[in-house]
């Protein structure tokens, strides 16, 4: 199918290059052997993120990105089904904080969360490292 979406909650935020963005985000997916049937973006605000982490996930912090994985686990196939939320401030403050240009920094988010559902992991440094070398290569497609 390669649906993808972009949905703005509670911020004014609307993300430009809508077609390279889309090609972008189905390029990375091929190169790691999957195909997004459907996916969907939701930029939103810290607030209305925090509450996703406290409701669903019963974490009460803030964060930068929350990947639901929506495919049915019987599938078995490749095919990528998600919602990802990203926080536009916290994005922007991790930018700030990190002296990364926005743009950048959001291109690694949005990278992060579609590498989640392809299989890559962030909890040990080992994996935080190779989520990292993937996160850039996904940068130097964009």
Same mark, same amino acid.
């Given at each position: ?24 985000? +189905? ?43 929506? +495919?049915?686990?019987? %599938? ?15 994005? %922007? ?43 850039? +290569? ?5």
């Amino acid at each position: 199918m390669n649906n993808i979406y972009f949905f703005k909650e509670d911020c004014h935020f609307d993300l430009r290059k809508l077609q390279k963005h889309k090609a972008w985000l +189905k390029q990375l997916a091929k190169i790691y052997d999957h195909e997004i049937d459907e996916l969907n973006y939701i930029f939103c605000s810290d607030k209305f993120l925090h509450k996703i982490n406290v409701d669903f996930l019963d974490h009460d912090t803030y964060t930068d990105i929350i990947t639901f994985d929506l +495919k049915e686990s019987t %599938t078995g196939n490749n095919a990528i089904e998600s919602d990802i939320f990203i926080s536009i401030d916290r994005v %922007t403050e991790n930018a700030e904080n990190l002296n990364l240009n926005f743009k950048e920094e959001l291109a690694r988010v949005m990278a992060h969360g579609l590498l989640h559902l392809i299989g890559f992991n962030d909890k040990s440094e080992a994996d935080r490292q190779e989520m990292r070398e993937a996160e850039n +290569k996904a940068i130097e497609l964009l």
